[in-house]
């Protein structure tokens, strides 16, 4: 199984960002991530069409199974 944190923001002109975290760690609080999510826009490290991240817009946790095939040929 494979788990993605997705952090959605928005961006000082109102355009959608999603930030994907692999593997993060189990037991994250929504307190956690809101803290993270805070960080990252006081940080203003990311920019999206020259616009800093502003708000947030929600987070998730996406779980799926993954089954490789290894071809022979």
Excluded at 6 to 19: I, M, R
Excluded at 21 to 33: F, G, M, N, R, S
Aim: glycine share 4%; hydrophobic share 40%.
């Amino acid at each position: 199984m494979t788990k993605v944190l997705q952090l959605q923001f928005k961006t000082t002109g109102d355009k959608n960002y999603t930030l994907n975290v692999d593997a993060p760690k189990e037991q994250l609080t929504e307190q956690e991530i809101f803290n993270a999510m805070t960080a990252i826009i006081d940080s203003q490290v990311f920019l999206v069409n020259r616009d800093p991240l502003a708000t947030i817009k929600g987070a998730q946790v996406v779980d799926r199974q993954v089954t490789e095939y290894q071809m022979q040929g």
